[in-house]
């Protein structure tokens, strides 16, 4: 499975970016998918993820209401929209696709998710 993350940029504060991620290799759908941030030195954070079939999400609190996670399984695609940007969602996005087989809070760590794209950068400036 690839994975390829896209849609990164710089962006003032208060505005908006679409992140999107684009899956190859295997059949998208019977993956959980996620987004994960890391801003320099420090670790991989959790943001989002949504089930299979899109009929649940999971996100990080510093998030909430700012961030939508959607997937296209026709398309073989995710995609994060980003609102309301602070400075502090300034990081390197991942995203990751886990063939955990059920959907629960563990989905949060990092060492659930199998395969990894390479990331995209975003910054938010104040």
């Known amino acids: 499975v690839q994975l390829q993350a896209s849609g990164g940029g710089l962006v003032q504060a208060g505005g908006s970016l679409r992140l999107s991620c684009a899956v190859s290799g295997r059949t998208f759908s019977g993956y959980v998918m996620g987004w994960f941030r890391q801003a320099p030195g420090k670790g991989r954070e959790f943001v989002t993820a949504i089930s299979r079939g899109s009929s649940s999400t999971y996100f990080a609190d510093s998030v909430k209401g700012r961030f939508t996670i959607s997937r296209d399984d026709a398309k073989n695609a995710m995609y994060l929209q980003m609102n309301s940007l602070k400075p502090e969602d300034t990081a390197v996005y991942y995203c990751?696709?886990?063939?955990?087989?059920?959907?629960?809070?563990?989905?949060?760590?990092?060492?659930?998710?199998?395969?990894w794209g390479q990331g995209t950068q975003v910054t938010v400036s104040s």
């Open positions: 990751a696709a886990s063939g955990d087989s059920s959907w629960s809070r563990r989905l949060q760590l990092p060492s659930r998710y199998d395969y």
